[in-house]
């Protein structure tokens, strides 16, 4: 699920060792080093670019660069893991504040920078798996880097953190939920909020600015008008919502690394948002959730929800799809696609979605993130409850 990327992460931005300690990442780096020795890998680079494509090297640092940069992560058999970045080093003081593991460098040039560092620590040449530099590198700083490796064995190495990123631990589920709840926090907020500016725009300002106080890293919103026939997600712009007018709203929240989504229908009345509830899609959500156990291959899982959804439900869920992994990244594997050969695990975070539809209209979508337990799926985006006065 795209939206559009800010130029700027501007939102709190921490290392919470109490959330996710430094042991967490140490066991990280060592069964990836174990995956590294499978494949007879000495030295691993990882690289990813952006604001959203940050997951690979945040999984083994915690390290994400708050503006449209680039990050390479150097993990060799033995020693230190280092983290290169592209910006200034006088930002270094408080960016190692972020940093869960290994050495900081901030480097002008990736590849020559990065490429003198690893000869001067004698970790090339040797035999060197690639994650992310293929696509994610320039094209002239991925040549240069090339040239730089030149005698070393390159290997392949994009799928090897994907493996390990599908089943969260339980700090890295509890991390989700706390994503989550700012979401919940957020529907319950568009529920009892009278809007004074109905503006797509003023709306989806409100949500950000309450996002924002409870802590979120970012915050995400896709608006959709079933009223209008092929209408499907984007991003808010300066239409006025109408009275009465039914929405579809996607709402995303980033908390210190993790994301959490969710999808709900609304009706504007009386200058607030109405959740509707339609019994349809709740009953489906409810079964494909208690479908959700370890062992279920995907495709097996994905025909289930074509039988419940039909035809025209599966269609409207086409720009966004049934669902996939979540996480360091809106979307991670697995994929919920009938064509993927894979089986749900236990551990594994995905974000269910559920439409129904007639003609060329959607009646309403709901949209979870759910944990996959041995008794099926556990809804972790739900409304906070309120205490009993």
């Known amino acids: 699920m795209e939206t559009m990327q800010p130029a700027l992460k501007n939102g709190r931005n921490v290392w919470n060792s109490i959330n996710m300690p430094k042991e967490e990442f140490e066991a990280r780096i060592k069964q990836v080093r174990a995956g590294m020795a499978a494949r007879g890998l000495g030295l691993l680079l990882v690289y990813t670019t952006g604001l959203t494509e940050y997951g690979d090297t945040a999984y083994l640092t915690n390290f994400i660069i708050r503006l ?3 990050t390479l992560v150097a993990i060799p058999q033995k020693g230190e893991v280092v983290t290169f970045f592209e910006g ?21 040039d990736m590849a020559k920078e990065s490429a003198k560092y690893l000869k001067e620590k004698k970790l090339i040449p040797g035999t060197v798996g690639l994650a992310g530099l293929r696509r994610g590198l320039p094209y ?12 070393c064995t390159i290997k392949d190495a994009d799928d090897l953190l994907a493996g390990f990123r599908m089943i969260k631990s339980v700090r890295e589920s509890d991390q989700i939920r706390r994503a989550a709840r700012i979401v919940g926090q957020l529907i319950v907020f568009l529920k009892e909020t009278t809007f004074e500016k109905t503006g797509e725009r003023a709306i989806e ?5 309450e996002a924002r106080f409870e802590g979120a890293e970012e915050f995400r919103m896709l608006i959709a008008r079933p009223h209008q026939a092929g209408s499907s997600f984007r991003p808010a712009d300066s239409t006025p919502v109408a009275e009465g007018e039914k929405m ?7 908390f210190e690394r993790y994301w959490a989504e969710a999808i709900r229908t609304f009706v504007f009345r009386g200058a607030s948002f109405v959740e509707e509830e339609s019994e349809g899609p709740l009953a489906c959500l409810r079964q494909l959730c208690a479908a959700m156990k370890p062992g279920v291959t995907i495709p097996s899982f994905c025909r289930e929800a074509s039988a419940l959804m039909g035809q025209k439900g599966i269609e409207a ?25 894979g089986e749900l695990k236990e551990g594994m975070v995905l974000c269910l979605r559920v439409a ?6 959607v009646n309403s979508m709901i949209g979870n993130t759910v944990l996959v337990g041995r008794e099926g799926g556990l809804v972790l985006t739900v409304e906070p409850t309120r205490p009993v006065e």
């Open 88 to 108: 200034a080093s006088r930002g270094l003081p408080s960016l190692k504040l972020t940093l869960a593991s290994g050495e900081l460098q901030a480097v002008a």
């Open 140 to 151: 002239q700083q991925y040549r240069t880097l090339m040239a730089e490796l030149e005698g």
């Open 248 to 254: 579809v709203l996607y709402l995303a929240v980033e």
């Open 205 to 209: 300002a409100a949500l950000y600015r």
């Open 356 to 361: 129904s539809a007639d003609n060329n209209h």
């Open 317 to 341: 869920l086409d720009p966004c799809g049934l669902g996939n992994g979540i996480g360091l990244g809106l979307e991670e594997q697995p994929l919920l696609k009938e064509e993927n050969p």
């Open 68 to 70: 449209p940069r680039g």
